[in-house]
C-alpha cells in the first residue's frame, strides 16, 4: 500500500462533514511540521482553517484544497460504508475520496517526497486548507486569504486540488471558472377569487412573458476560455395549494453564470430593465458568489501540462468549465490559479470512489510540478 494510498484512507474515516474538519487538518499538519513546515491554525467561526509554509523566500507556491465533505445520504444505498474506506477492484470508497481527500493525500505525499529531495529548495512551499468550501464559504479559503494579506503574504502559484478530470486522469484542468450570480425575485400581484380576476392581479400571468424573454436573451458571445453566459431559473413558488385562489405573489430563483466579457453590474442592471419595462411590481435582492476568474498560459499552467504528459503521455485541455470552487477567493489576489484533480464522476453521488492507481499518478505528476517550478525552472538562469 503505497503512502498515498494510507493517508487517504485515513482522512477519508474521519467524517468530516462540513464545518466538522474531524482533526484532519491537525493529521495533515502533523506530516508538514515533520518535514518542516510551520503551521498556522486558523479558525474563524465554527471554521478550522490549515496555513502550513516551507521556505521564506518568494516565489510562493500554495496547494488549496478543503477537508470538510457533503453529508453522504442515506448511507443504507452506499456499496460499502461512506466512511469506511473501503478498497474494492481497483477503486477507494468513500464520501470525499474525490472531492477532495484523495488530492489532498497526493499533494501530502508528493511533498513530503519533494522536501527530502530539495530541502534547501528556492522560493516557499504552502497549504491552505479549509473546512468550510462545501458549506456557506464565508469562514473558511475568504478569511484566510484576508488574513494572508494583512501579514503581507502574496501568493504566486495556487493549485486547487479540485476533481478536474472526466475521462482519465488529468485530461483536463481548470485554469479559470465562471462567475456565479444568483437572485432572489418576488413578482407582487393581489390576491383573488379565480371567478373573478378583474379584481386581482396574477403574478404569474406577469411574469410569464418576461420569463420568456429572459431565457431567449443571448447575454454575451463568451471568448476564447469561457461559454456564453448561462442564465437558469432554479425555483418558482406561488399559490396557496388550493385552486380557486390567485396568488399574491411569485418568488422566483435563478443563476447567473458568467463569462469575462459581462460583468454581474451590467447583468443586474439588465434584468431591472426587463422588469421595469414591464411595469412589474417587484422585490429582487442578489447575491453574487464569485468573480470569474482566468490564468492564462504562463509559468503555471506550461509547468502543469508538461508535468501531466511526462506522467500519463497526454496533454490537458484547458477548461473553465463547471460550478465554482475556493479559487475564486484566491485568483483577485493576482495569483496565477489552476485546478487539476481526480475523475470528478462520482463526486457529491452515493458511492463515490478514486482509482487507487491515479490517486499514486496524481502525487507524482504534483511533485513534478513542483521540480519545474523550483528546480528546472531556476536552474535555467
Same mark, same amino acid.
Given at each position: 500500500?503505497?503512502?498515498? !494510498?494510507e !493517508?487517504?484512507?485515513?482522512?477519508i474515516s474521519r467524517p468530516s462533514i462540513t464545518p466538522n474538519d474531524n482533526g484532519c487538518q491537525a493529521l495533515i499538519a502533523e506530516r508538514l511540521q515533520a518535514i518542516g513546515f510551520t503551521v498556522e491554525h486558523l479558525r474563524f467561526g465554527d471554521v478550522d482553517n490549515l496555513w502550513a509554509r516551507h521556505g521564506k523566500t518568494m516565489p510562493l507556491f500554495v496547494f488549496a484544497g478543503h477537508t470538510d465533505v457533503v453529508p453522504p445520504g442515506a448511507e443504507n444505498h452506499w456499496q460499502f460504508p461512506p466512511f469506511s474506506s473501503t478498497q474494492h477492484e481497483g477503486k477507494l470508497y468513500g464520501r470525499g475520496a474525490a472531492d477532495m481527500k484523495g488530492s489532498i493525500a497526493a499533494m501530502v505525499t508528493a511533498t513530503e517526497r519533494f522536501i527530502v529531495s530539495h530541502p534547501q529548495h528556492k522560493g516557499s512551499i504552502a497549504f491552505l486548507l479549509t473546512s468550510d468550501e462545501e458549506g456557506p464559504a464565508v469562514n473558511?479559503?475568504?478569511?484566510?486569504?484576508?488574513?494572508?494579506?494583512?501579514?503581507?503574504?502574496?501568493?504566486d502559484w495556487c493549485l486547487v486540488g479540485e476533481p478536474s478530470s472526466?475521462?482519465? !486522469? *488529468?485530461d483536463v484542468m481548470k485554469n479559470g471558472r465562471r462567475g456565479?450570480? =444568483?437572485?432572489s425575485l418576488t413578482i407582487h400581484g393581489t390576491q383573488g377569487h379565480v371567478a373573478y380576476p378583474q379584481?386581482?392581479?396574477?403574478?404569474?400571468?406577469?411574469?410569464?412573458p418576461l420569463l420568456k424573454k429572459l *431565457?431567449?436573451?443571448?447575454?454575451?458571445?463568451?471568448n476564447a476560455f469561457f461559454p456564453a453566459t448561462s442564465f437558469q431559473i432554479t425555483n418558482i413558488k406561488a399559490g396557496t395549494g388550493t385552486n380557486n385562489v390567485i396568488p399574491e405573489d411569485l418568488e422566483i430563483l435563478f443563476n447567473f453564470r458568467y463569462s469575462t466579457e459581462v460583468t454581474h453590474i451590467e447583468l443586474q442592471e439588465q434584468v431591472a430593465a426587463l422588469l421595469d419595462k414591464h411595469r412589474i411590481n417587484y422585490t429582487l435582492n442578489w447575491q453574487h458568489s464569485g468573480f470569474p476568474f482566468l490564468t492564462t498560459p504562463g509559468t503555471l499552467v506550461n509547468a502543469i501540462q508538461q508535468a501531466i504528459f511526462e506522467t500519463c503521455g497526454y496533454e490537458a485541455k484547458l477548461s473553465t468549465g463547471g460550478g465554482t470552487s475556493d479559487g475564486r477567493f484566491i485568483a483577485p489576489t493576482g495569483a496565477q490559479?489552476?485546478?487539476?484533480?481526480?475523475?470528478?464522476?462520482?463526486?457529491?453521488?452515493? =458511492?463515490?470512489?478514486?482509482s487507487v492507481k491515479e490517486l499514486d499518478d496524481l502525487s507524482i505528476i504534483y511533485q513534478r510540478i513542483m521540480q519545474k517550478l523550483f528546480i528546472s525552472r531556476f536552474s535555467k538562469k
Open positions: 500500500m503505497s503512502t498515498t !494510498l !493517508l487517504a484512507i485515513e482522512l473558511g479559503t475568504v478569511k484566510v486569504i484576508k488574513y494572508l494579506q494583512e501579514q503581507g503574504i502574496s501568493i472526466t475521462e482519465r !486522469l *488529468c456565479s450570480l =444568483n437572485g379584481r386581482a392581479d396574477n403574478p404569474i400571468h406577469r411574469f410569464a *431565457c431567449e436573451i443571448q447575454w454575451d458571445q463568451g490559479v489552476v485546478e487539476i484533480g481526480p475523475n470528478n464522476t462520482t463526486i457529491h453521488k452515493i =458511492n463515490e470512489w478514486v
